[in-house]
């Protein structure tokens, strides 16, 4: 069956060091990823999205890799900030059908 | 500003009664969404459309329906054969013309049940 994997453990950060999520997947054949921000009662926002020929992609103090051998994004927070605190989610797509299959979101706690 | 509306954003439902959940998008976007999360669960999606006058189920469909009768609005109906319609009801506009475009969501309606 098709999965998509985070870890559903909130992952606790001092400011200032780096956050690194992982999303997982399985039975998909991606042309792309995506990630997004979701805040508590919010809908999610998008962030970076990465295509199956790229190994990396950066926005600011974000970073995104994706490895398709391997089946899987890491999301990097650099000089984590409180306000980075919220959950995020990888998606992608499926055989480019045009539609998102989500992952269940990590939330990152950034402590002051 | 250019966004999604939904509204409202908290709708509670009487047993047996339908209930209809409004979606509007002014960045003039082909294709549109509606997904249900569950506390501790990703977006699962309902039903999206393409175009106008267009749609399709998505992986949970049963116990709603939709309409696209125009380019900006994209409703959903939860119908009372929606066994377990408490949750939090997103809806997403993309580009749509290619396969890689992100999408855009509104900030939910939140419906209960009386």
């Known amino acids: 069956s098709q999965k998509i994997e985070q870890n559903s453990e909130a992952l606790n950060i001092q400011e200032g060091k780096t956050a690194t999520l992982t999303c997982n997947y399985t039975?998909?054949?991606?042309?792309?990823l995506q990630w997004y921000r979701q805040d508590p009662g919010r809908g999610p926002v998008f962030l970076l999205l990465i295509r199956e020929n790229e190994k990396e992609k950066r926005k600011e103090r974000l970073k995104v890799t994706f490895d398709t051998t391997l089946k899987q994004s890491l999301f990097h927070i650099t000089a984590s900030q409180p306000a980075d605190s919220a959950t995020y989610l990888c998606?992608?797509?499926?055989?480019?059908?045009?539609?998102?299959?989500f992952g269940k979101g990590n939330q990152v706690v950034v402590i002051p | 500003d250019g966004g999604i509306t939904q509204s409202p954003k908290y709708l509670f439902r009487k047993e047996g009664q339908n209930v209809t959940l409004s979606c509007e998008q002014n960045?003039?976007?082909?294709?549109m969404y509606w997904y249900r999360q569950d506390p501790g669960q990703g977006l699962r999606l309902i039903y999206y459309s393409q175009i106008v006058n267009d749609f399709q189920k998505g992986d949970i469909a049963e116990g709603y329906s939709v309409s696209r009768e125009k380019k900006e609005s994209f409703p959903l109906t939860v119908t009372s054969a929606q066994k377990n319609p408490t949750a939090f009801y997103l809806c997403a506009s993309s580009g749509g013309d290619r396969n890689n475009q992100p999408q855009h969501f509104g900030d939910g309606t939140r419906l209960s049940i009386l």
């Open positions: 039975n998909y054949s991606p042309a792309y």
């Open positions: 960045l003039n976007h082909d294709a």
């Open positions: 998606a992608l797509d499926d055989y480019g059908n045009n539609r998102l299959a």
